[in-house]
């Protein structure tokens, strides 16, 4: 079974044509058809493989609506200036994100978001 992770520090910047980047911390292994779940609200999980769902908490608001309209943004792994990855990834918009906690163990969002 594969866990949820917490990214604690993630930017997520707007380019000049209005692309989305979420910038995030290298990862081990490599994405494969890699998605974002968003419900258009607080908080995205983003599937980076089968073993790794990363939920990125707390969207700021100024970004929800660009989010929600994106069917694809751009995920940036670096650590300060030096970029390892950079690769497309695929919006999926949901109503309310499909997350079954209590398959982990746990019973809320805010459980899960503490627990890393």
Known sequence: MSDYATENNFVIAEGTRGELYFLVSPKKDEPKRPYIVYDGFDHAVFIRNDEQK???????????????????????????????????????????????????????????????
Do not use: C
């Open 54 to 116: 990363i939920i990125l908490d707390y969207i700021n608001p100024e970004v929800r609506d660009k989010l929600r309209k994106s069917k694809e943004v751009y995920v940036i792994e670096s650590i300060h200036d030096n970029i390892r990855d950079i690769y497309p990834v695929r919006m999926q918009q949901v109503e309310k994100i499909p997350v079954d906690w209590s398959k982990i163990g746990l019973k809320t969002w805010e459980e899960a978001a503490l627990a890393n």
